[in-house]
């Protein structure tokens, strides 16, 4: 082998190991070349590791010392997950049976449970090994008893151990299990009653006619099957369910199934309940209470009932109109009935979620599923109806077709938001959800949230721990999924798309199904619709990669457009944005339409494919004065951005002709420009301008669209001179809404969006200190607080009626609203008024609250209650006085509360720190999105400093916030004079 090298002079000389060199010239013995380049490659890879381990990273100081700011060292891998069960053993039922101990009587065993389980398992690879899960569960090892089904024969369990990391109860049998043949596996044992969260089984209290009572439920999606029984505690692991409850007699038990059967014991009530279908552990429910239901039975036969606290049950009439006609709706679109012959819906006082969709016995938060229409707004019956319908949509989606594993939990949750919508469209076709509430709720929420390295794709398929599942639950697999599906029907077609999904559910009904599954449904239907590529190809990008692309219009000639695309970040300067082999590009189903050939329902649809890096769009018919409107109806899932010349002919036709642009456009448009601006692609004055149009809106969607970013313009102007300019155009815009509409609402739910949009205008119109609003807001609170039961006041404008109040009065408002506040056991009314008590206008008022608080914060936090370590009530509890929510209120609404805050959080870190180091941390670095000068990142800089011992996930949080506050002096560098310009001029004008 021969080593070459090259002279300064350029000649090459060559190294033979066996070859005696020249004498001319200055050689090297190759044993001293080797060692010589061994040396040179150890230094360089000395040198590497030491910038590695010791430089702090791009955007930390290399200072140390007490003054250093945070040192954030490497990035922590990520631990694999290696706790999927083995599949030697599938089991097809359990026969189970639990007995609750709720009451005094109970005595010692009180908040303890007994279960009793019998596992029959197929197997299908010889094992003498038996991994299930189980978690906090006191298995009788004296009970545990393996046996062939068909023989009888005694397996022997010799040991049982446990693998805490992965919640394993490992089994080892004296003889092995042979392929082929079925076994029982048995065993009794114990565990607690949780009552510190409200997930596994869990007791709550709740308050009737000033008594405490208590009711028992579960909760157990994700992975908390495993802390009721030992149980193969994985969706894939489906078998049937055989559940027996033993009760006490004074309340009655719920859970999937029927009850086919009750024997007294005593004072015990035993239940026994039919066999369900196949279906995952995470389903299993029950709950038991003193509840009472109403009952209907729909046009199928299935008996329907809804279940609440005896003296709310009249709050649940809505709920059981909505969820009969949602099922009806389901039914007949799916072509497959509902498979079980009773559902209940039970509204539980204490409740972590929203709803659980357990099949046969959904359980809700009381918010969520119960309204009264005298004391609560129409607003609350829309929320609940969805709600209703997504958790009926899941006895499809999710439970008859179940996720293979949590990375594809979108399979769904992303088809349940997906379909929330479309039997209220049936259902209550006056509300009109599919342009008023859809495309706001779900796509823009989704779009909002996707725009930074704070998201994350769609299906994950290595996720495990449980910190990853909770991920796959958040807006990202909700309403990003849904968005994402949305956009699949504008190309695939709302039939194609329909019949290839019903086909999917059909073909894996009781069966598990991964995304590829659904991708080979709609195969054919991709053929059908004549594209080029496989709908795997087509929309892995979407769902593998986090974020959306911006697409860039500029027209090229009257008649040629040109078309690109780029990852859309808010902050270009995002540095945690993670790899990925399709390097965030996208095949984009770019629909679009010009001035001069409307055509809404038949949009003209390009493929816009990842490889190519311009797409020319040849159009007919147009002019020069045509302007080109893409993203029709906003059934894509990405933003527009035009060329300057475009833009300026959408604004003229928005303030010439605003209708005739779709509602949902207006809606995109307000949106894509205020974050075009953060991003820094356009100029933040063409989003004023674009909203100048406003006046003249009367539908919702676009008014939600733009009050969504006010949050973000009224951060960057608050502490500005042109404060007060800024104010004055947003009076100015909802002026004539305010006007039209004022405060006479009707109750009338026909005509839901426009209840949305007048409620809009009041708290836009006294947020922004409208005179008449102000005035009026403060007649309703005066009479409001001498009598709380005033159902004048209502729930969806209280607490912007008590803020206006509470900041143009003094101590006698606040003090009247504190009061209530001590007092109150209702948790809408306590939220309301902990957010408006921070709205005065008095710095000595601020401080009683933030001392007050903190005081109150402390003995809540220290009560003993009467029953020791019993669960607190969520709805009135510590969080009525929790001072972290506090000052996370108050910093939001004014300035002089930003300020406020900023001083007692820094001056009072350590005390909050003590009550909760990662609470008090991550109130800390949500004050990055308020901050946009200098000087405040420097005073920020300086927080870190004297806290640089801060642990290292806070630290990272801190090196964001950082990043936010840079990104958002950029924007006052790149837009603040030409804003200032603008809305001096604007008033200027009017004079």
């Given at each position: 082998m021969a080593i070459g090298d090259t002279?300064?002079?350029?000649?090459?000389?060559?190294?033979?190991?066996?070859?005696?060199?020249?004498?001319?010239?200055?050689?090297?013995?190759?044993?001293?070349?080797?060692?010589?380049?061994?040396f040179i490659l150890l230094l360089f890879i000395f040198v590497i590791l030491m910038v590695y381990f010791l430089h702090p990273g791009p955007t930390c100081p290399e200072v140390t010392g007490e003054n250093a700011l945070p040192v954030l060292g490497p990035k922590e891998a990520r631990k694999e997950f290696e706790g999927r069960l083995p599949e030697n053993l599938k089991p097809t039922n359990y026969r189970m049976k639990i007995t609750p101990y709720m009451d005094e009587e109970d005595g010692d065993r009180r908040f303890v449970f007994d279960g009793e389980v019998v596992i029959t398992m197929n197997c299908t690879k010889s094992t003498n090994v038996i991994t299930l899960h189980s978690l906090k569960l006191d298995i009788d090892e004296d009970t545990a008893r393996v046996r062939e089904i068909s023989t009888g024969e005694d397996m022997g369990v010799t040991d049982i151990s446990m693998v805490e990391e992965y919640h394993f109860a490992i089994f080892t049998t004296k003889k092995e299990l042979r392929h082929g043949q079925q076994y029982y596996l048995s065993m009794n044992y114990s565990g607690f009653i949780n009552n510190s969260d409200s997930m596994a089984l869990y007791i709550g209290t709740y308050q009737i006619w000033g008594e405490t009572r208590y009711i028992l439920a579960t909760q157990l999606e994700t992975i908390y099957a495993r802390q009721l029984f030992p149980s193969f505690d994985e969706p894939a692991f489906k078998a049937t369910f055989d559940i027996v409850v033993r009760h006490r007699n004074t309340r009655s038990a719920l859970s999937n199934m029927p009850s086919i059967r009750n024997e007294t014991d005593g004072d015990w009530n035993i239940a026994y309940f039919d066999t369900t279908p196949i279906m995952p552990t995470y389903l299993v429910a029950i709950t038991v209470s003193d509840f009472h239901c109403l009952e209907a039975i729909s046009s199928k036969g299935v008996k329907f009932r809804v279940w609440a606290a005896e003296d709310r049950i009249y709050k649940a009439e809505l709920a059981l109109d909505t969820a009969i006609k949602s099922m009806k709706y389901f039914e007949d679109l799916m072509g497959i009935p509902y498979p079980l012959t009773k559902i209940d819906m039970i509204a539980l006082p204490v409740f972590r979620y929203g709803a659980m969709e357990n099949w046969g016995l959904v359980?809700?938060?009381?918010?969520?599923?119960?309204?009264?229409?005298?004391d609560q707004a129409p607003s609350d019956s829309l929320i609940s109806s969805i709600i209703i319908c997504h958790e009926l949509a899941h006895m499809w989606f999710g439970n008859l077709v179940t996720l293979g594993w949590w990375g594809d939990s979108w399979l769904n949750e992303g088809f349940a938001t997906f379909f929330e919508y479309e039997p209220?469209?049936?259902?209550?076709?006056?509300?009109?959800?599919?342009?008023?509430?859809?495309?706001?709720?779900?796509?823009?929420?989704?779009?909002?949230?996707?725009?930074?390295?704070?998201?994350?794709?769609?299906?994950?398929?290595?996720?495990?721990?449980?910190?990853?599942?909770?991920?796959?639950?958040?807006?990202?697999?909700?309403?990003?999924?849904g968005s994402i599906i949305l956009m699949m029907t504008t190309f695939l077609g709302d039939y194609g798309f329909m019949d290839a999904l019903k086909e999917y559910v059909r073909r894996y009904s009781y069966d598990n199904t991964y995304i590829d599954d659904l991708w080979g449904e709609l195969a054919e239907c991709t053929r059908n619709a004549g594209l080029d590529r496989t709908i795997k190809e087509i929309m892995d990008p979407w769902v593998f990669q986090l974020g959306f692309p911006v697409i860039n219009v500029t027209r090229t000639t009257y008649s040629t457009i040109a078309v690109t695309q780029r990852h859309f970040l808010l902050d270009p300067y995002d540095d945690e944005i993670p790899e990925s082999d399709m390097g965030y590009t996208w095949h984009i189903p770019f629909t679009f339409v010009h001035s001069d050939e409307l055509s809404f329902p038949r949009p003209s649809l390009v493929w816009l494919h990842k490889a190519a890096r311009e797409t020319v769009i040849e159009l007919t018919g147009?002019?020069?004065?045509?302007?080109?409107?893409?993203?029709?109806?906003?059934?894509?899932?990405?933003?527009?951005?035009?060329?300057?010349?475009?833009?300026?002919?959408?604004?003229?036709?928005?303030?010439?002709?605003?209708?005739?642009?779709?509602?949902?456009?207006?809606?995109?448009?307000?949106?894509?420009?205020?974050?075009?601006?953060?991003?820094?692609?356009?100029?933040?004055?063409?989003?004023?301008?674009?909203?100048?149009?406003?006046?003249?809106?009367?539908?919702?969607?676009?008014?939600?669209?733009?009050?969504?970013?006010?949050?973000?313009?009224?951060?960057m102007l608050r502490k500005t001179p042109s404060y007060g300019y800024f104010e004055e155009y947003i009076r100015d815009l909802v002026k004539p809404l305010y006007e039209k509409h004022g405060w006479d609402f009707s109750r009338d739910d026909e005509h839901l969006a426009n209840y949305h949009l007048q409620l809009n205008a009041i708290k836009l119109s006294c947020a922004y200190n409208n005179d008449n609003c102000v005035k009026k807001a403060n007649e309703m609170y005066g009479a409001w607080v001498k009598n709380v039961n005033d159902k004048r006041m209502r729930s969806d404008y209280r607490k912007s009626v008590a803020c206006a109040a509470i900041k143009r009065g003094g101590m006698t408002e606040w003090q009247a609203a504190f009061d209530i506040l001590a007092n109150t056991t209702d948790s809408e009314t306590k939220n309301h008024l902990r957010v408006a008590l921070g709205c005065t206008s008095q710095v000595w008022l601020l401080r009683t609250y933030f001392k007050r608080m903190f005081e109150l914060h402390k003995q809540e936090s220290q009560t003993e209650y009467l029953i020791p370590n019993f669960m607190r009530p969520w709805d009135f509890a510590v969080d009525r006085y929790d001072?972290?929510?506090?000052?996370?209120?108050?910093?939001?609404?004014?300035?002089?509360?930003?300020?406020?805050?900023?001083?007692?959080?820094?001056?009072?870190?350590?005390?909050?720190?003590?009550?909760?180091e990662s609470q008090a941390f991550q109130l800390m670095w949500g004050f990055a999105d308020h901050m946009n000068t200098e000087n405040e990142l420097r005073k920020f800089e300086d927080f870190g400093r004297k806290h640089n011992d801060m642990p290292q996930d806070h630290a990272r949080e801190f090196y964001r916030a950082i990043r936010k506050i840079k990104a958002n002096i950029r924007w006052m560098d790149r837009n603040y004079d030409s804003v200032e310009k603008y809305l001096e001029e604007r008033q200027v004008g009017k004079r």
């Open positions: 002279e300064a002079g350029g000649r090459a000389i060559k190294y033979l190991p066996n070859t005696k060199p020249s004498k001319r010239g200055f050689y090297v013995g190759y044993p001293v070349l080797c060692l010589i380049v061994a359980t809700y938060a009381e918010r969520a599923m119960l309204y009264d229409d005298e209220l469209t049936s259902a209550f076709p006056q509300w009109n959800v599919h342009d008023n509430f859809r495309h706001g709720i779900m796509v823009l929420k989704a779009l909002e949230n996707d725009a930074s390295s704070r998201s994350h794709p769609t299906v994950q398929r290595h996720v495990g721990w449980i910190k990853e599942l909770i991920q796959q639950f958040d807006i990202t697999v909700y309403q990003r999924g147009t002019t020069s004065d045509s302007w080109i409107l893409a993203n029709l109806n906003g059934y894509g899932y990405y933003i527009i951005n035009y060329d300057i010349e475009n833009w300026n002919k959408i604004i003229s036709q928005l303030k010439t002709n605003h209708k005739k642009i779709p509602v949902n456009n207006r809606a995109s448009l307000l949106f894509d420009a205020v974050n075009l601006a953060r991003s820094g692609d356009v100029d933040a004055v063409l989003s004023f301008r674009l909203a100048e149009y406003l006046v003249s809106e009367e539908d919702w969607s676009p008014w939600y669209a733009f009050s969504r970013n006010l949050d973000f313009l009224f951060d001072i972290f929510k506090v000052i996370d209120d108050v910093r939001k609404y004014t300035t002089l509360g930003y300020l406020e805050t900023w001083r007692y959080a820094t001056e009072n870190f350590e005390e909050l720190r003590n009550m909760s």
